[in-house]
């Protein structure tokens, strides 16, 4: 699962300086489930925008 697909939704676990823990939980319309944490560069991470998905 690639972390630069636009659409793809985490809910953000923890933070470590400029790592961030995150969990995938929606792409577009679609639900994730049972995806794996991941540890991502803080950089890589745009802030949510709920007028994209609502």
């Not at 697909?5 to 319309?29: E, T």
């Not at 560069?41 to 709920?50: G, H, R, V, Y």
């Amino acid at each position: 699962m690639s972390p630069y697909q636009i659409g793809l939704v985490y809910r953000v676990i923890g933070r470590d300086g400029k790592l961030v823990s995150v969990v995938p939980i929606g792409r577009g319309k679609s639900e994730i489930v049972d995806a794996k944490e991941q540890t991502l560069d803080a950089s890589q991470l745009i802030p949510f925008d709920e007028a994209r998905f609502f």
